[in-house]
């Protein structure tokens, strides 16, 4: 995403990027960037939480309309996600893994295995 930023930007259109890693981001110098603290695929907010994501979409409609600053960035930490990290990122993941997952897990398994052998 960051790469993607930075050409549409030299091609004159202003970009926000919207982030579960800002700290990421900033290493790519971006000009704008919205720290969010939510599990991935949900850069926006909660699903059906129109106020969490009204907050996200105006604050980085904000930054997009702040021309003071070349280089900034804001993180929204005070959001909380409705539900504690493990069980976010837990749901966030497909009920059937996809094959190069299925295949890496199985692969660790008898790895485990094996060293639990010897």
Known sequence: MPVLARLVEEAGIPTVVVTMMPDTAAKYELPRILGVP???????????DIEMQREV????????TDESAAKVRKDLEHLEWPQDDRTAYKDWQPSEPSPIVGYNANRRDKLEEKNKDQ
């Open 38 to 48: 939510f599990p991935f695929g949900h850069a926006f907010g909660a699903p059906n």
């Open 57 to 64: 979409s105006e604050a980085a409609i904000g930054l997009l």
